[in-house]
C-alpha cells in the first residue's frame, strides 16, 4: 500500500477499529485481502493481530478492496470518506532518499542456474525458477538480463571477475546477481564440479575498487541455496488447527520437494581475523575525501545460516516463487528492502509436508545507504517526487 493510503487509513483510524468485524469476514475471503493464517491471526481474540495494523501490508491493491469491503457491507459513508480523502494531504517532513534509477536498460542482471552436479543431487525445479526471474527482469523491470547454466565453480569465478570488469555497467544504474546451487556453511556456494567458491570472494569482485563501473551504484545479491544442514522445525502456533489445510503457503507434494542442501560435509572450516590495530590522530587535509572499499551492496539468502532452503520439483524453490510473486505486485510501489520483508512474511507462512519444516530467508547490507526501487524514477508511485531525494543524479 503507497504511503498516501496509508495516511489516508492512518486519519481514519478510530471509525475503522470500530467496524463490526462479524460483517466483514466473508468479504475479506471473498476480496482475498488477506490469507487464511492473517485472517486466523487478526478474528483470534488471544492473538496480537488485528486489521488495522494488517491492511497497510496487503500490497497496491488492499486499499481499493478494503473500500469495496466497505461498501458491500454497509458502511458507505466511512467507504465515500477514504475515497475522497486528498492523498498527500501532508507532506512528509523527512525525504525518503533514494538510489536513482534512470538508465535505459534499468539494470543488468546475471543469473547462474546450477542444476546437473558431478557428485550432488540434481536441482529439479531450478530450471522454473531461472525461467520465470528472467522473465520478471526483463519484461517486468525493464533489464538486461543474461543467464548461464551448469557452470563449474573455476568457470563461475572466470565469468563473475569478467562480468565485474564489463563495460556493459558503465550504462546501467544497478546490477543483481543470482546464483541458484547448492551450498553450505561458512558462506559457500557451489559449481557443478562441487568446486566450493566463497560467496565473499564474489562479493570482492564488484567492490569499488574491481568494479570501477559500479561504484556508487546498486548491488544486490540473491542466493537460492541451503547454508547447511540444520532444518527449522518450528513451534506450533495458539490457532494451528488439527489437520493442514491446503492453500498456496504450503507444499502441494512431500515427494516433489527437496533442499539444496549436501549430501555431504565439506572440510572447509572458518577462518577467524582479527587485528591489534592501535587508534591513531591522522593528520590528513580536511579536504581528502575517500569512498569505501565496499559499499552499495545488498545480499540476500534464501535461508538464515546454517540452515536448508525448500525447493519444490514443479513450482520451483519457495524463496524464488515469492520473490516473482512480490516483485510483480509491488516494484512499482514499494522499495526492495520493503519488497523483501513482504517476501520474507510469504515465506514464513509455508510449511513443509516433509517433516512440516519451515524456512526464514535472510539479508545483510554492506553501505547500502539508500532505498532502490526497480522501475524507473518517473514510474515509481510509492511516494510523491517532492518527498524523494536521490544520490548521484
Known amino acids: 500500500m503507497d504511503p498516501a493510503s496509508r495516511l ?10 470500530k467496524l463490526d468485524m462479524s460483517k466483514l469476514r466473508p468479504l475479506l475471503i471473498e476480496f482475498k485481502i488477506f490469507t487464511n493464517f ?10 496480537d493481530a488485528n486489521l488495522f495494523d494488517e491492511l497497510p501490508t496487503r500490497g497496491p491493491n488492499a486499499f481499493s478492496k478494503f ?25 512528509p517532513k523527512v525525504k525518503s532518499v533514494f538510489y536513482s534509477m ?34 520478471l527482469f526483463k519484461e517486468f523491470l ?28 558503465k550504462t546501467v544504474d544497478c546490477c543483481f546477481v543470482i546464483i541458484l546451487s547448492h551450498g553450505d556453511k561458512h558462506g559457500i556456494v557451489y559449481g557443478t564440479d562441487s568446486y566450493a567458491l566463497q560467496k565473499d570472494e564474489i562479493h570482492n569482485m564488484f567492490s569499488n575498487i574491481n568494479c570501477e563501473n559500479l561504484r556508487n551504484k546498486p548491488k544486490v545479491f540473491l542466493y537460492q541455496a541451503c547454508r547447511g544442514s540444520g532444518e527449522d522445525h518450528g513451534i506450533e502456533s495458539a490457532d ?58 545488498l ?45 520474507s512474511r510469504k515465506i514464513q507462512e509455508r510449511l513443509s509436508l516433509r517433516g512440516q519444516k519451515k524456512q526464514v530467508p535472510h539479508s545483510e ?21 517532492a518527498a524523494r531525494e536521490y544520490l548521484f543524479q
Open 240 to 297: 494451528s488447527p488439527n489437520e493442514l489445510e491446503y492453500n498456496d503457503s504450503v507444499t502441494r507434494n512431500s515427494v516433489t520437494e527437496t533442499t539444496d542442501a549436501l549430501k555431504f560435509e565439506t572440510n572447509t572450516s572458518p577462518v577467524l581475523d582479527t587485528t591489534d590495530a592501535v587508534p591513531f590522530k591522522a593528520n590528513f587535509s580536511s579536504s581528502l575525501k575517500k569512498d569505501p572499499s565496499e559499499n552499495d551492496i
Open 67 to 91: 473500500v469495496k469491503v466497505l461498501e458491500r457491507a454497509g458502511y458507505t459513508s466511512l467507504a465515500n470518506e477514504l475515497k475522497n480523502t486528498p492523498k498527500y494531504a501532508e507532506t
Open 38 to 47: 492473517m485472517l486466523s491471526d487478526i478474528y483470534d481474540p488471544k492473538s
Open 299 to 343: 545480499i540476500v539468502h534464501s535461508s538464515h545460516p546454517d540452515h536448508k532452503a525448500y525447493r519444490d520439483h514443479i513450482c520451483g524453490s519457495w524463496f524464488i516463487q515469492d520473490i516473482i510473486s512480490v516483485f510483480k505486485e509491488e516494484y512499482k510501489y514499494y522499495d526492495l528492502e520493503y519488497m523483501l520483508k513482504s517476501v
Open 142 to 169: 525493464g533489464f538486461s538480463v543474461e543467464v548461464k547454466h551448469n557452470m563449474e565453480g573455476k568457470d563461475m569465478k572466470r565469468y563473475l571477475k569478467s562480468f565485474a570488469k564489463s563495460d556493459t555497467l
Open 8 to 17: 489516508i487509513l492512518k486519519q481514519n483510524e478510530k471509525s475503522i477499529k
Open 365 to 385: 547490507s554492506k553501505g547500502f545507504r539508500a532505498l532502490l526501487h526497480l522501475c524507473s524514477n518517473e514510474d515509481y508511485k510509492g511516494c510523491d517526487m
Open 102 to 135: 534512470k538508465s535505459k536498460p534499468l539494470g543488468y542482471c546475471v543469473i547462474i542456474n546450477n542444476v546437473q552436479f558431478d557428485l550432488l543431487e540434481e536441482r529439479i525445479g531450478s530450471d522454473v525458477d531461472a525461467k520465470e526471474l528472467q522473465k
